[in-house]
Nanobody, 126 residues
């Protein structure tokens, strides 16, 4: 059974930092593009950051550029999202996602995702 399991969410004050982790079980995702999405109450799920299967390229939503960093450790089958200078607008459930196909150098959107994690709540207080 393939699973993506997120951890690291929680409550933090504005200006603080959190690091999210996404561990993959049941399959190695070393050859898959990976991404983090988020969904706030009443809003659509949106992409936050993505990384290609090779790890050589990353991309970010404009709202998080310069504050968030996505990375991957293929030896640990894990993807990370370092979030700094958090703002109340970052409050959402954060989801890890993997491409449905291997070796694609694409920017993931919801239509290309083959695997989702269960989500982890991030709440940023003022």
């Amino acid at each position: 059974q393939v699973q993506l399991v997120e951890s690291g969410g929680g409550l933090v004050q504005a200006g603080g930092s959190l690091r999210l982790s996404c561990a993959a079980f049941g399959r190695t995702f070393n050859n898959y593009a990976m991404a983090w999405f988020r969904q706030a109450p009443g809003k659509e799920r949106e992409i936050v950051a993505g990384i290609t299967w090779s790890g050589r390229s990353t991309y970010y939503a404009d709202s998080v550029k310069g504050r968030f960093t996505i990375s991957r450790d293929d030896a640990k089958n894990t993807v990370y999202l370092q979030m700094n200078t958090l703002e109340p607008e970052d409050t959402a459930v954060y989801y890890c996602a993997a491409d449905r196909n291997m070796y694609r150098s694409v920017r993931l959107d919801r239509t290309l995702v083959g695997y989702w994690g269960q989500g982890t709540q991030v709440t940023v207080s003022t």
